[in-house]
C-alpha cells in the first residue's frame, strides 16, 4: 500500500501538467467563457432591434392596406390621402431600414458564435474537472494547448466582429480588475494566446 501510495505520489510529481499549466487552461476557459455571453448578448440586442423595426412595420403595412379601400370612395378627405401617403412612405422606409441593417442575419451570426465559444469552454472545463489523473494519461499538455489554441484561432476567424461596446458590457460580469479575462473580439486576439502559452512554458520548472 504504501508502495503505490509512494508511486503515486511520484507519478504526480513528475506529471507535465504543472498548476501553471492548468492555470493558463482555466484563463483561456474564462475568455472563451466571456466571449459567449459577449456574442449571446450582441445577439439578443440585434434580435429585439429586429422586432423593434418588424412590429411597426407590418401595423404601418397593414394600416396602410386597410386605409387603401378608404381611398376607392368618389369624395376622399385630401388630409386622409397625405396621411396615407405619409404612412405609407414611413413603413417602406422602415422595411428598408431592416433588410439593410440584416438585425436577423448577424444575430444568428452571433448566436452560432456564442454556441461555439461555449462548446470549447465546456470542453476546457471538462479538462480541467478531470484534472491530475486523467490529463497525466495524455501525456505532454502541449499538444492539448495547441489543439485549444487552433480552435480559438478558428472560432475568432469565423466569428463577427463585435467591436468595443460589444465585449465590454458583457465583460462587466468578469471585470474586477484589468487583469481578469477579456472575451476574443478579433483573430488577433487569439493570436495573443501563444504568447500566454509561451510565457507560462517559462515559468514551468
Not at 503505490?4 to 482555466?26: D, F, M, Y
Not at 369624395?75 to 417602406?92: C, D, P, Q, R, Y
Amino acid at each position: 500500500m504504501n508502495v503505490e501510495s509512494a508511486e503515486l505520489r511520484r507519478t504526480r510529481r513528475e506529471s507535465p501538467w504543472t498548476p501553471e499549466v492548468v492555470n493558463l487552461l482555466r484563463d483561456w476557459s474564462a475568455r472563451a467563457a466571456a466571449s459567449a455571453d459577449a456574442h449571446y448578448a450582441l445577439c439578443t440586442r440585434l434580435s429585439r432591434s429586429n422586432i423593434r423595426f418588424g412590429v411597426p412595420v407590418v401595423v404601418l403595412t397593414t394600416f396602410v392596406g386597410t386605409s387603401v379601400f378608404a381611398t376607392l370612395q368618389h369624395h376622399v378627405n385630401t388630409e386622409l390621402k397625405i396621411l396615407i401617403g405619409m404612412v405609407s412612405v414611413l413603413a417602406a422606409v422602415l422595411a428598408s431600414l431592416q433588410t439593410f441593417l440584416r438585425f436577423g442575419e448577424r444575430a444568428e451570426k452571433h448566436r452560432t458564435a456564442a454556441e461555439a465559444w461555449a462548446d470549447l469552454r465546456r470542453d476546457m472545463e471538462e479538462m480541467i474537472a478531470l484534472h491530475p489523473t486523467y490529463p497525466e494519461s495524455r501525456g505532454d499538455p502541449k499538444k492539448y494547448l495547441d489543439e485549444v489554441r487552433q480552435r480559438f484561432a478558428q472560432i475568432a476567424q469565423q466569428s463577427p466582429e463585435m467591436g468595443e461596446e460589444g465585449w465590454w458590457r458583457p465583460q462587466r460580469r468578469y471585470q474586477a480588475s484589468e487583469e481578469e479575462p477579456r472575451p476574443i473580439s478579433s483573430p488577433s486576439d487569439a493570436a495573443d494566446l501563444t504568447q500566454d502559452q509561451r510565457r507560462e512554458a517559462g515559468s514551468s520548472p
